[in-house]
């Protein structure tokens, strides 16, 4: 009956561990040069729910600082979608930041982009969006004869992609955020079973270890 029970709380730990939602629940790739994390998003979404997952998460939708920052990141994930990215100007028309706040230093918008279209014709199938927001997110990984850029799209769903597996988002966050899965999962049964030796026990004055320790 003892084993069945510290089998069930361990069970316990390592399911609240693995819950949808930390930064625990994603697949983190680290880039030396920046010294963040990044990984994508577990939805297609909109970009302000991609950015509300990157919250949630730690962190913000990612933040392109140069040249060499954005070459990583096609060479490291999929280059089947376009990604959000944490570049907007939903604030303010023109006035284009980024949702960690950092300073822009680094542009690369497709030739004739920002247009902020209010209607557009969608590759590959000619489907068309309109919206009365015009284009006020961003998205990397936009081909336009071999090379990639950015454009700027409504808060729209997957639908509107140019990448064939549709749209996502990049989380970048810094190290403190991240809870690596590997070191949570052994923590985790560690503490588990040291809290199960603490049951009912009590470390009285002058006792030089506690009882949970002998």
């Keep these: 009956m003892k084993k069945i029970r510290v089998a069930i709380l361990l069970a316990s730990v390592i399911g609240i561990l693995l819950v949808p939602g930390g930064a625990w629940a994603y697949t983190w790739l680290f880039n030396p040069a920046t010294n963040h994390y990044y990984a994508t998003a577990m939805a297609n979404n909109t970009w302000e729910q991609a950015e509300a997952e990157a919250l949630l998460a730690g962190g913000h939708l990612v933040t392109i600082n140069d040249a060499a920052e ?9 280059d089947a979608y376009n990604y959000w990215i944490g570049f907007t100007d939903h604030q303010q028309e023109g006035a284009w930041g980024w949702a960690s706040g950092e300073p822009v230093t680094y542009p690369n918008w497709a030739p004739s982009e920002p247009n902020n279209l209010s209607s557009a014709e969608v590759e590959p199938d000619g489907q068309q969006y309109y919206t009365g927001e015009g284009e006020d997110y961003a998205v990397m990984n936009w081909i336009i004869d071999g090379a990639a850029y950015w454009n700027d799209v409504p808060n729209l769903g997957p639908w509107f992609a140019q990448g064939i597996g549709g749209v996502t988002g990049i989380i970048e ?8 899965p590997s070191t ?3 923590v985790g049964p560690v503490l588990a079973g040291w809290l199960w030796r603490c049951r009912g026990r009590v470390w009285t004055r002058g006792d030089e270890t506690p009882p949970c320790l002998r």
Excluded at 70 to 78: A, K, V
């Design 184 to 186: 949570w999962l052994l």
């Design 173 to 180: 966050v810094a190290p403190v955020h991240t809870p690596l």
């Design 70 to 78: 954005e070459s990583w990141l096609r060479s490291t994930f999929d």
